[in-house]
């Protein structure tokens, strides 16, 4: 079976800060036929709320021994609903022949389609200032560091 769908994101970033606000976010998902939808939204959600997580916020930070710093949920950084902006979640139904109820799998479907769509909504963001990549988690910091690089080479062209 080959669930499917789309994700789009829409950000605002702050070049000066770093700074990302998440302003829309809207997937459609195929999962064949839905038994449960409240189920399936749920799942959808979720998966992409981890995703934005993982984008933006989630990373392991060690020392130069090796030693990990961020070794709590207090030093480690999640998404909070306050960073989340309001989800638009449609569906397609398209059942599989291949089980007698025509289901699909739609657990993995939000983590999957989030990631990419809010990273790439950061890096088409800073497009003017020829950023074309981050590594993951494009934190604040990175962003800003980023920018100013970018600044920085575009004078000494100058």
Known sequence: TFPFGTHIC?????????????????????????????LV??????GIVQGLGQALYE?????ENGQILNGSLM??????????????????????????????????AGT????????????DALAPFGVTHIDMPLTPEKIWLTCQEKEAAAGDRR
């Open 10 to 38: 829409v950000v605002e970033v702050e070049p000066e800060t770093g700074n990302v606000e998440n302003k829309k976010y809207m997937a459609v998902d195929d999962c064949g036929k839905v038994i449960n939808p409240l």
């Open 41 to 46: 939204d749920g799942q959808v959600q979720g």
């Open 59 to 63: 990373g392991v930070v060690y020392d």
């Open 75 to 108: 030093d480690y950084a999640l998404p909070r609903a306050a960073d989340l902006p309001r989800l638009k979640l449609q569906r397609t139904e398209t059942p599989t022949p291949v089980n007698p109820l025509g289901i699909k799998g739609i657990g993995e």
């Open 112 to 123: 999957i389609g989030s990631t990419p769509a809010v990273v790439s909504a950061v890096i």
